[in-house]
């Protein structure tokens, strides 16, 4: 995101936080719409010079709203869905089902139903028994789904533990070494009313090179030659890595998608197996760096020869991922600028020892009651994941463009908290 200092207070396009903070009040998520959309327009441009037949498909779980889709839609983007709620908001939004592909390690009866009804493109399925379950209720809705199959390709992400999805030991797809995936390619094919449209994998989040995605690429190719399975789609999955602080890497897009692309092409024509169609399921680096929380400064309590902490109006309730993974985040007073620094931990307002924001972060000797503060690259995986722990409210959203400053999702009432409670 672009900030910028005018009168030593922060900007995005020549919009004071100030004044956003005064309309629209703290905790409050900001998010630079134009970022966006650019994110977006650079996987198109990157896949396009590739020669490639493609879809990116948004995953939604990094930060879903009905104006996000509307953006997304807009930007010639598919959805990645992996809840009938995240398909609710899609359909609400006029989304296209037939952009929707619908994930989940364990969607249930009503879930299926519910995506078949809507018409979503396909399903990914995620487990042998998903097969027969599919099956039969596509039958009983007089329909034919198009599924592709997620594997297991035993390929460890360079990420956090959490956050690695490849490796030999997890919840997701189905273990190629293991037969598991040979045995789900060949029960679909089996299915009376799927048609077996492809192969998904998916190997972590957070990565910021190719080269795990590259040799599993180079994996799943030769493990479907060696079986004669055809496929029309292959899907890669994302977890394209952001910018949380100076010492991340940005994914490199173009290099990265590039060299991604042209090993699917490569190692194809070297064994004479059809190129399929490539598939992306972007999230966190269409939005993440695209998005800021800002807080209100509240208690700052200094204890002698130990610490300085500074608590704010929010917490783990809005900002879960530091006391999830230990995640590292850049922040910086919004009001003024201040050359003297000094290390404190910046905490929640939550009744929790966990929730702190950051520890050992830089910022004014001067900071006190009242000040605005901003933490940067939250727009991924933090409103998506915010709770009512506590009984705290959920923050508004807003996007800011040149053309102006605009409320997407609107702060949580006292009402709307108890809204579903029995009185």
């Known amino acids: 995101m672009n900030l910028t200092r005018e009168q030593g207070v922060l900007t995005i396009h020549g919009h004071s936080l100030l004044d956003i903070k005064e309309q629209y009040g703290t905790p409050l998520f900001v998010y630079d719409e134009s970022l966006i959309r650019n994110q977006c327009r650079r996987f198109h441009e990157t896949l396009q010079a590739s020669g490639l037949t493609y879809t990116i498909s948004y995953a939604s779980k990094a930060f879903t709203s009905i104006q996000l889709f509307k953006l997304m839609q807009e930007e010639q983007m598919g959805l990645d869905v992996v809840s009938e709620g995240e398909l609710y908001t899609a359909l609400t939004a006029q989304f296209d089902p037939q952009k929707i592909h619908f994930h989940g390690n364990n969607k249930t009866d009503h879930e299926i139903e519910y995506a078949i009804e809507a018409g979503v493109e396909y399903f990914v399925i995620d487990a042998i028994d998903e097969i027969e379950r599919i099956n039969t209720i596509a039958k009983r809705k007089n329909s034919t789904v198009k599924a592709v199959l997620r594997v297991n390709p035993g390929v460890e992400a360079h990420t956090h533990e959490f956050i690695q ?8 797809g189905l273990s190629i070494k293991h037969g598991l995936a040979i045995k789900g390619v060949k029960h679909i094919q089996e299915a009376s009313h799927i048609d077996f449209y492809g192969i998904h994998f998916h190997i972590g989040s957070q990565i910021f090179e190719s080269t795990g995605t590259i040799e599993t690429i180079q994996i799943v190719i030769h493990w479907l030659k060696e079986n ?23 994914y490199p897009i173009e290099d990265g998608i590039k060299a991604i692309t042209q090993t699917l092409i490569d190692t194809c024509n070297e064994i004479d197996y059809k190129t399929p ?19 209100e400064v509240g208690t700052v309590k200094s204890i002698p020869e130990t610490n300085k902490y500074i608590s ?10 530091t006391a999830l993974y230990d995640a590292q985040y850049e922040l910086e007073l919004v009001d003024r600028e201040d050359n003297q620094t000094e290390n404190v931990t910046v905490a929640g307002k939550l009744c929790e020892s966990g929730d702190i924001i950051a520890r050992n972060t830089a910022l004014p000797v001067s900071t006190k009651r009242g000040d605005t503060l901003c933490v940067k690259s939250t727009g991924a995986y933090h409103y998506s994941m915010s709770s009512n722990y506590n009984q705290m409210l959920k923050p508004a959203v807003v996007f800011v463009s040149e053309q102006g400053v605009r409320e997407v999702i609107k702060r949580q009432s006292l009402e709307h908290l108890i809204a579903n409670e029995v009185q």
Do not use: C, W
């Open 165 to 172: 999805t490849g490796q030999e030991d997890s919840k997701f």
């Open 277 to 295: 169609e490539i598939s992306l399921e972007p999230g966190r680096s269409i939005v993440g760096e695209a998005g800021i929380t800002l807080y």
């Open 312 to 321: 704010i109006d929010g917490g783990m309730s809005d900002h879960i991922r």
């Open 228 to 250: 004669n399975i055809d496929i029309k789609v292959l899907n890669i999955g994302g977890g394209f890595s952001i910018k949380y602080t100076s010492e991340d890497i940005s």
